[in-house]
């Protein structure tokens, strides 16, 4: 099911190394954990890709005078003016999420913006586009027309905050142990 929280998943980048990043903070390393502030910024920048892979994938199943159909193209050139600006946290951010494996922090460090970027956007496309269901594309529309007259800053703001809260610690999984954190977010 897709899910806002899936929606806000894609828009970090964080399964780009998710699995790496969990065994590191479960191993109670917050060297690599994100800061709000990092995640804010990863929401930022994906955000354009991941608006722009839904409205693409979704514009089939919705009609043609719907927002999508209407307004997706502007309201993803509005979010993409502040993409180049997250751009060097982001970078940042994916080098932390890399944790003890060298290799791929090797490999993103030694890419270029211009080759790390179309790679991140594709990746991000890619999860999304695969996650959506024909049946759920009313409401993805739905949702990004409630919050398209939101600034992008406070859009990804909002989003940050729902990912925080949904990603506590004192979130407890089966027989009260701590859940597994797929997005490794320090603690504040």
Do not use: H
């Amino acid at each position: 099911m897709f899910t806002f929280r899936t929606l806000v998943a894609g828009a970090v980048l964080a399964a780009l190394t998710a699995s790496k990043a969990a065994a590191a903070q479960n191993a109670g390393q917050n060297a690599n954990c994100l800061s709000e502030r990092e995640v804010t910024s990863l929401v930022t920048y994906a955000l354009p890709v991941v608006r722009d892979s839904a409205t693409k994938a979704c514009n089939p199943q919705l009609p043609p005078e719907g927002y999508f159909a209407t307004q997706g193209s502007s309201l993803v050139q509005r979010y993409a003016a502040r993409k180049g600006s997250a751009w060097p946290e982001v970078k940042a951010a994916l080098l932390k999420l890399g944790g003890k494996d060298n290799k791929m922090k090797s490999m993103i460090a030694s890419l270029s913006d211009e080759a790390l970027q179309p790679f991140a956007d594709e990746f991000v496309s890619q999860m999304i586009v695969k996650g959506i269901k024909p049946g759920q594309c009313k409401s993805i529309e739905r949702v990004n027309r409630l919050l398209s007259p939101l600034p992008p800053e406070n859009t990804a703001e909002l989003l940050t905050f729902v990912t925080v809260l949904a990603e506590k610690p004192s979130v407890r999984g089966a027989q009260g142990a701590p859940k597994k954190s797929d997005f490794p977010i320090c603690p504040a």
